[in-house]
């Protein structure tokens, strides 16, 4: 299937839920006092999104591919905090939503 626009994507979706999903677990009161650390997984988890899109609108299948493997490394630096979330006691009663 041809796509024309980045936001038919369904990897772009995904993506940005990714990011509005991360933005809701940010929201939370644990996060208050947590400024960097909430900073750099809203960044990361924006970061996917945004690259799918650059890399779709650069025009070239490898430079697509390029940005996509960006992406996915941005993906794995949220998944990368979401794991040291679990393991910080202040977070426990978000291990459900993390």
């Known amino acids: 299937m041809k796509y024309n626009r ?7 979706n995904a993506a940005l839920e990714l990011a509005v999903r991360t933005y809701a677990l ?3 009161a644990q996060f208050r006092n ?11 988890a ?5 690259n799918i899109a650059e890399g779709f609108e650069r025009g070239t299948t490898q430079e697509l ?8 490394g941005s ?3 949220v998944r990368s905090m979401l794991c040291l ?4 006691l202040g977070f426990a ?6």
Do not use: M, Y
Not at 35 to 44: F, G, T, V
Not at 85 to 88: A, G, I
């Open 6 to 12: 980045f936001e038919d994507l369904p990897v772009w």
């Open 26 to 28: 940010s929201g939370k």
């Open 34 to 44: 947590q400024h960097s650390l909430r900073d750099q997984i809203e960044r990361a």
């Open 46 to 50: 924006v970061s996917v999104s945004n």
């Open 65 to 72: 591919l390029t940005f996509l493997c960006i992406a996915r």
């Open 75 to 77: 993906a794995s630096e």
């Open 85 to 88: 979330l679990e393991r910080l």
């Open 93 to 98: 009663d978000l291990k459900s939503e993390i």
